[in-house]
């Protein structure tokens, strides 16, 4: 049984960074690809960041790119890190961690892409 568990959540000001940190059970078929999305306040869950299973090909939405970092602890990517810089009031939401064994990597901005997900972790912005 996979199971994801993310932290590294809080409440922060605008301007401040925060690191959320995934960590995956292993699994005999790993690398993950693994990725972020998250949901905000009477929205729908969008696709944040990914990265694939050869733990170099990473992947950002457009309002996060040059602010937020991915990064993978191993090889395997079973601990997967969102640095996130620059926050500001829109970046508040909760953040779900998301991994899949499947190679090849469908699309990986789709929720059905992934079969794992975590429980979130919140991110609270203020202004």
């Known amino acids: 049984q996979v199971q994801l568990e993310e932290s590294g959540g809080g409440l922060v000001q605008a301007g401040d960074s925060l690191r959320l940190s995934c960590s995956a059970t292993?699994?005999?078929?790993?690398?993950?690809?693994m990725a972020w999305f998250r949901q905000a306040p009477g929205k729908e869950r969008e696709f944040v960041s990914a990265?694939?299973?050869?733990?170099?090909?990473?992947?950002y939405a457009r309002p996060v790119k040059g602010r937020f970092t991915i990064s993978s602890a191993n090889t395997k990517n079973t601990v997967v890190y969102l640095q996130m810089n620059i926050l500001n009031v829109e970046d508040t939401a909760i953040y779900y961690c998301a991994a899949t064994l499947s190679q090849p990597l469908a699309d990986e901005r789709k929720e059905l892409t992934y079969d794992y997900w975590g429980r979130g972790t919140q991110v609270t912005v203020s202004s």
């Open positions: 292993e699994h005999p078929f790993s690398p993950y690809t």
């Open positions: 990265i694939k299973y050869d733990g170099r090909t990473v992947y």
